[in-house]
């Protein structure tokens, strides 16, 4: 008999390039990661978004070993029927497969694992709170406080935080408190030998992207949303821009609801032509190879993984002074900082570094390609698997 605990990661979408992001791209690895002779884990995509690179994920986990599973098709006219249908979807699946213990990684997940909690057969559920805990459901007061500071106090039997801050928050709410259930600190987590292994490009036009190959590469990634800061980061390039007469070249990797938006920004700043969008791209790691300088320019974070990436890639790192980022950065030291939403601030410290000779950039980049070593792929899973046996040892008593 299989006495192998059984996981069932849920995430949002496998489609990580686009409406998946970095939690699916973390939860993916972390299946990857944990060790097959004691788990037997499933990663389920709550809804099916029909797009090819979702497709490509699901593949590549089966031929791994790993089941891979959707739990609904996303319409997106009808998202309380789509989130529904999940529900619906996931307890089929559980009837037949059961499991030990769900691990939601998104808002949409954690409500579904919580209706699955009062399904037979469902004994440990669990979630990670990937972002910061002040904006969890930000624009859904009523949601927020019937599901993050009630529902899930009560019913969750454990939730993790991804740095610090998170952990702290969490713990702060009056019920946890009367409980006496805190909040556990596991980080993000990166494959740091995915991205170490990047190696830097002499020739910029070996990028595919138009580039000069004397241009300097200033690079950012992340789904294009408010939170990112784009709109501040384009306001800066403006201002960058129009400073200099070498040419210089913004990068902007990602997909997102304010991919058009954006886009009409910089035609409106005059500065389309400095300025590449990418679209969603699998191959971050090389897109960062050609760059100069990474400029996270976020309002919020949880613990960014786009920053650690960058640092094991070698890429020198301007990042806003937000929570999340200083458990990352010691500006001046491993990388720079900058109060966020302020796009001249933000410009100055931009120029001040294109500014710098290469040897002082290239001392700060290598003193940050020691951070993520901390925050390996195998090092994180090894903190979730002491967690997950704890869970299924308590659940036996």
Known sequence: MDKRIRILEIIYS?????TGGGLARFAIALSQALDPKIFDVTICGLWNTGTATQLQHIQALNSNGIRAVTAAVWDKHQPIQS????????????QQSPVDIIHSHSEFSDMVTLLLKFHPGVPVIMRTLHNGFRVEWRKRVVRRLMLTYFLYPIFYNTEVGVARHVVINM????????????AVLINNAIEVEKFSKTSHLLDKSGLGLGIPKEAFIIGTVGRLREEKG????LEAAARVIHQFNHPIKFM????????????????ELKISDHVIFTGPRSDIEFLLSGMDLFVCSSFWEGFSTAVLEAMAAGVPVLATDIPGNRELITAGINGWMVQPRDAVALADEIMKIINLPDEDRQNIADQAKKVPQSYSIEAIAEQHETLYCALSEMNKK
């Not at 496998?14 to 686009?18: I, L, R, S, Y």
């Not at 713990?171 to 805190?182: P, Y």
């Not at 784009?230 to 980061?233: A, G, S, Y």
């Not at 058009?260 to 035609?267: C, E, G, K, S, V």
């Open 14 to 18: 496998f489609d990580v390039e686009g």
């Open 83 to 94: 989130l529904w249908k999940s529900y619906q979807g996931l307890k089929t699946f559980i």
């Open 171 to 182: 713990d702060s709410r009056w019920l946890t408190m009367l409980l006496g259930k805190k």
């Open 230 to 233: 784009f709109d501040v980061l």
């Open 252 to 267: 902007v990797i990602g997909t997102g609801e304010l991919a058009d938006p954006l886009i009409t920004l910089a035609r």
